[in-house]
């Protein structure tokens, strides 16, 4: 293989990391403050990307407008969710949410595919089709949209928590919920938030991922790749998680140019389980004592 290929193929995996560390960082945000996995999170993804669609559909509306339709559709639905579900079982046990959680995932894709069919349909995209030579190098705008979108996003993001007043209420309810509340935090706004947050930042990912993949109930699959690169990371590390994204995207990338493409799709996996054989915290996660 080239340098310029191999180049090519680690751009994209970059690329599709990018996703994977978006869903990681929204699976984490949940986490941080409420200590619960939020499974549906992939499903949400793909029905605010659905609403967005069908506003441009309907109105030929431009991109910019129909990401912001998507962001909006992601927070009103992760408050709705969170709101009329999740607080409502708040006596019951993190593994109870996560149930939850896996039966509103199965409920939203249920429901999309009653409202637009199991199909799937193109999605505009904000980049052009036509590649980029960088001299013997060709890559692809819509990595680079991907990739830079998503960085610009993960530094959004950790703007907030450093400097904002919700994300020090976010950071101090992620360390210790009773103290935050001694201290005059609302534990139940802070949840909503995180719920809200993280539904935002799906959108994003869903608005970026669905003209590459194509738009389609499926597509909120990705919370499984999501989830690996938070584990691979470090699950509670914002930093682990991007890291496990990253390299989760170019491993999968990287894989069928030596394996057997049967194969492909457990590499990445079955590094995650030699990483947390030597290292169970994970890549960048920190392993916590407890005293007895």
């Known amino acids: 293989m080239t340098t310029a290929a191999l180049i090519h193929v680690v751009v994209s995996g970059l690329a599709t990391g990018s996703i994977y560390a978006l869903m990681a960082i929204a699976l984490v945000i949940i986490y941080n403050a409420t200590r619960t996995l939020n499974f549906a999170q992939g499903e949400m993804l793909m029905i605010s990307t659905f609403v967005g669609w069908a506003a441009w559909e309907a109105l030929a509306l431009p991109l910019v407008v129909v990401l912001l339709v998507a962001v909006a559709a992601a927070a009103l ?20 949410v996560l149930i939850i959680t896996l039966g509103l995932s199965l409920v939203l894709r249920a429901a999309a595919g009653l409202v637009w069919t199991h199909d799937q349909f193109p999605f505009p995209s904000f980049f052009d089709n036509r590649p980029l030579v960088l001299g013997p190098v060709r890559v692809a ?9 998503s960085l610009g996003l993960m530094l959004a993001l950790g703007a907030l928590f450093r400097w904002t007043r919700l994300g020090r209420a976010m950071r101090a309810v992620a360390q210790n919920q009773r103290a935050a509340r001694l201290m005059g935090i609302s534990v139940e706004r802070v949840y909503s938030a995180s719920w809200v947050l993280a539904g935002v930042v799906g959108a994003i990912a869903g608005v970026l991922i669905a003209p590459v993949v194509f738009l389609s ?6 919370v499984i790749n999501g989830f690996t690169a938070a584990v691979l990371g470090g699950f509670g590390s ?10 989760l995207g170019v491993l999968e990338n990287l894989a069928p140019l030596w394996l057997p493409a049967g194969i492909k799709h457990s590499v990445p996996f079955l590094l995650m389980i030699a990483i947390l054989m030597i290292r169970p915290s994970g890549v960048l996660g920190r392993a916590r004592q407890r005293k007895v």
Not at 87 to 92: K, L, T, Y
């Open 77 to 96: 639905l992760a408050w709705a969710i969170e709101w009329a579900v999740i607080r409502r079982a708040i006596s019951a046990t993190h593994f109870d």
């Open 238 to 247: 914002m930093p682990g998680a991007v890291v496990g994204g990253m390299l």
């Open 141 to 149: 705008p819509v990595s680079l949209g991907i990739i830079g979108g």
């Open 217 to 222: 109930s499926s597509m909120g699959l990705v």
